[in-house]
């Protein structure tokens, strides 16, 4: 039996079976992937798993005041940043173990942040061979994403700013939101709406 969709006030969905075993979002920090990853949890119905980049970041860290994930991650002081080999391998195996929960059979949604673009996705791409993916851009203007970050307090000056562009140059995307002025319940509801069509 179909799950029951609520894209919007108007549109009622109704999902036979999304034929997609992981849905990408990549954006820079601030830009909202997290929150449309939710509302795209609570639209869909069903199990997805959220996985991301900050859980990598976590997992690497000797303990809650290490900022640095066991030195593998640099910041610059405009708020760039950086990693090293000791990042990328431990990143490889992520990606692998990523790869191994979809191949398992649990949806993934994977939050993700570019730092080196097209080379980050070609990775990330390697690792999901044979997996049916999607991949969604979500940007959001540098000054917006600036402030949401220095209103959130957990987040690095400049940190947004540098990456709201950065992480999108030679990405390729099935589709893209834009959380700039628009409301991440909004946004998922416009994943939910492709991913149906495309189903179709």
Not at 125 to 143: F, I, K, M, N, Y
Not at 184 to 190: D, H, L, M, N, P
Request: hydrophobic share 40%; charged share 20%.
């Amino acid at each position: 039996m179909g799950t029951l969709v609520r894209v919007s006030a108007e549109i009622d969905v109704t999902l036979s079976e999304v034929n997609v075993e992981v849905i990408v979002l990549n954006g820079g920090s601030s830009s909202g992937k997290s929150s449309i990853a939710t509302c795209l949890q609570q639209q869909l119905g069903e199990t997805w798993l959220t996985l991301g980049v900050d859980d990598l970041i976590r997992a690497l860290s000797h303990g809650p005041m290490d900022t640095t994930a066991g030195g593998s991650i640099h910041f610059g002081s405009d708020g760039s940043i950086s990693v090293g080999e000791v990042f990328h391998q431990a990143e490889a195996a992520w990606y692998q173990g990523v790869a191994a929960i979809a191949r398992a059979g649990a949806a993934v949604i994977a939050d993700e942040v570019f730092l080196d673009g097209a080379k980050s996705q070609a990775r990330l791409a390697a690792a999901l061979q044979g997996l049916t993916v999607v991949w969604v851009g979500v940007r959001c203007d540098p000054e917006v994403a600036e402030t949401r970050g220095k209103q959130r307090g957990d987040r690095i000056r400049g940190q947004a700013r540098d990456q709201a562009l950065r992480v999108h140059e030679g990405v390729r995307y099935d589709l893209v939101v834009d959380t700039t002025t628009t409301a991440s319940s909004q946004c998922s509801g416009t994943i939910v709406e492709w991913l149906t069509h495309t189903d179709s």
